[in-house]
């Protein structure tokens, strides 16, 4: 997710990022799940702030890219980059979190490494693979459709049925979801091509993958240890896909402009690796734990919306009314949806 495009809606150690960071084995989940043992409402808001902290960060990928592809940049160097940086902030955080167990780190280290291959790198090079094929709208319609699809594994997985008012806020949030991409006037729709379609179904199961294993709690693993471990696999799956020509690396070192202003071509790289890959993946992880797979991979819909949000700010992209509806249509299904989590049980188990 925070896939870097125009169009795209792909940490401090502090607070309920590092409460779970304690020494903690896979049957003591109760103390990594970040903000045990505050109340419930405290716990909803904290994990909402985070969620909105994180789909705000990954969206102004969007913003900082547009730059980068203007002056040369390749989507493939941009997501490399990205991670890369992220994890040279986040390993160093992650191993002072572990506090000297690396055991959780031995248990998990497929679970690490799925998470990394398919829920970062696998998902951004999906969708860059999509958007060769489809235009972009279609494409992220296809690739926000993880919240339904974390709603259905639930079900399916654990016999956890959704209530009414979960699949009220999954429609609502759907249809604001095709407003804020403007599919309905024209402007962000187009014709597809199976193999662009097939390639955004990875990516929306990248994505699911991403929210359900961010709540798992019985892993023992901090956040700030996920979030590390995850982005350096990440990191090496995307250099081997640089390396095998499967995905260009082009840059450039030409300043790209943002709101009419020119900036060194290492600032808006430098956001994206510490703002839009660093924070956000961490900020989801904290998330993640305190909300649930279901209602965090639906407060993670905001991306999309802040990414308007951002480039009307910043690239004077103006957003038409129609997308305005589809941001409060979208806020609507994630209210529906802690409504139905209220009614449901069990929302954490190991996967």
């Known amino acids: 997710m925070g896939a870097v495009t125009p169009d795209t809606g792909g940490s401090a150690a502090t607070g309920p990022l590092a409460a779970g960071a304690g020494r903690t084995g896979a049957g003591t989940a109760g103390a990594t799940v970040a903000g045990a043992g505050t109340t419930p409402a405290r716990r909803l808001t904290s994990g909402l702030v985070l969620a909105g902290v994180s789909a705000a960060a990954f969206s102004l990928s969007g913003v900082f890219a547009s730059g980068l592809l203007d002056t040369g940049w390749s989507p493939g160097a941009m997501v490399l980059a990205r991670v890369a940086i992220a994890a ?75 209530t009414v008012a979960t699949v009220l806020g999954t429609l609502l949030a759907a249809v604001g979801l ?16 199976p193999a662009g379609v097939a390639w955004a179904l990875v990516a929306m199961l990248g994505v699911s993958t991403y929210f359900v294993i961010n709540a798992n709690a019985e892993t023992g693993l901090p956040p700030l240890a996920l979030a590390a471990g995850g982005l350096t696999t990440a990191t090496l799956a995307l250099g081997l896909l640089g390396a095998t020509g499967l995905m260009p690396l082009d840059y450039s070192t030409a300043a790209p402009v943002y709101a009419g202003t020119a900036v060194p071509w290492w600032l808006p790289v430098i956001g994206l690796g510490i703002v839009t890959a660093a924070l956000a993946y961490v ?29 009307w700010l910043l ?20 209210v529906a949806v802690q409504a139905g989590e209220k009614r449901t049980r069990g929302d954490r188990p190991a996967g």
């Open 283 to 311: 900020a989801g992880i904290a998330a993640g734990r305190l909300l649930g797979p279901r209602l965090s991979s639906f407060v993670g819909l905001f991306e999309v919306v802040a990414a308007i949000g951002f480039a």
């Open 88 to 162: 040279l902030v986040v390993l160093p955080l992650g191993i002072v979190s572990l506090r000297g167990d690396w055991g959780p780190v031995r248990r998990n280290l497929g679970l690490i490494a799925v998470y990394g291959a398919v829920s970062v790198a696998g998902c951004q090079f999906a969708y860059f693979s999509a958007v060769q094929y489809m235009p972009v709208g279609p494409a992220l319609l296809i690739e926000y459709t993880a919240p339904a699809a974390v709603v259905l594994w639930f079900w399916l997985r654990h016999g956890q049925r959704p």
């Open 315 to 334: 690239l004077g992209e103006l957003p038409r009314p129609v997308q305005l509806v589809g941001g409060v249509l979208i806020l609507a299904g994630v």
């Open 178 to 193: 095709v407003l804020v991409l403007d599919l309905t006037t024209g402007a962000g729709a187009g014709a597809t091509d």
